[in-house]
């Protein structure tokens, strides 16, 4: 769990770019089934920007891709000291969750201000007024993961709310001795929610016993630490600041290789009927 009074434990990238003598061999791979963007590849001519946003660059990790993963978008965004955005999000029917590694800032939800610093986490329905301000002396870097709301006829919309992992427990795996943990921003149960973006943690040594395959989509950020990951065939080392991207039906797993715990931000897209007629089915 983070430590309120310490530095940010979590890798956020800082941009730049390599000297000329650098190798170009690097661990990134787009494959049918995954994608790995290592920490490497992060550089300043592969940032991106948004309108109506100042003082602000973002990595893209992952948008919708007809035939590999549909549901969802990832960006690690980097907003300079004044800079922000009064109208962060353009689409009405985009919900969102915010979650920062570096710094500090100011995010207005639903009326309301929240102090957002290393570990907060923001969950922002559609349609939501919300808006983000660094009024600090520093850069401020946060992951915003988005992804289009699938209203259900009967089921409420979900209601804004802003935490910190540093108060929320997480949950052991059954039969892991605490070598496997989760930590849980909603609660599983709550069919109002259609996504869940949660932090996993295993402790050194800590394992994915089985080929986990499923349905969802994942979106994995590596938080802290380092471990081999198996990715449908394949066994990749991944540390801190690497991105993994998988399709539905991935064959995933890892073993944590130490010193320290590995912990990574994960999205997974839940709690929907799968679409019958192809992408943006109703």
Not at 35 to 52: E, H
Not at 130 to 154: L, P, Q
Not at 181 to 206: C, E, K, L
Not at 211 to 218: K, L
Request: proline residues 8%; glycine residues 10%.
């Amino acid at each position: 769990m983070i430590d309120r009074n310490n530095p940010s434990p979590y890798y956020a990238p800082t941009g730049g770019h390599p000297p000329q003598t650098q190798l170009l061999t690097d661990r990134a791979v787009f494959t049918e089934a995954y994608a790995v963007i290592p920490k490497g590849v992060m550089r300043d001519i592969v940032a991106s920007y948004l309108p109506l946003w100042e003082k602000t660059r973002l990595w893209v990790l992952s948008r919708p891709l007809s035939g590999f993963a549909e549901t969802f978008s990832q960006y690690i965004m980097e907003v300079s000291p004044g800079g922000g955005s009064e109208r962060p999000e353009i689409d009405p029917g985009a919900e969102g969750v915010l979650f920062v590694v570096e710094g500090q800032m100011t995010l207005t939800l639903a009326g309301e201000t929240h102090q957002m610093a290393p570990g907060g986490y923001a969950f922002i329905p559609p349609g939501s007024d919300w808006a983000v301000r660094n009024e600090s002396g520093s850069t401020v870097r946060f992951h915003w993961i988005r992804k289009a709301y699938e209203a259900v006829d009967g089921v409420d919309y979900p209601e804004p709310f802003v935490t910190n992992e540093a108060d929320i427990e997480p949950i052991e795996m059954p039969d892991t001795n605490g070598c496997w943990a989760t930590t849980r921003f909603v609660d599983q149960s709550d069919m109002r929610h259609d996504m869940h973006v949660n932090i996993v943690t295993f402790q050194p040594g800590g394992v994915i016993p089985f080929a986990e395959t499923h349905v969802m989509e994942h979106g994995l950020y590596v938080l802290e630490g380092k471990a081999v990951y198996l990715l449908n065939k394949d066994w990749v080392e991944v540390e801190a600041g690497d991105y993994m991207w998988l399709r539905a039906f991935c064959p995933q797993a890892c073993y944590a290789g130490g010193p320290g715990r590995f912990r990574y931000l994960l999205y997974k897209d839940v709690n929907r009927h799968m679409k019958l007629s192809g992408f943006g089915a109703c």
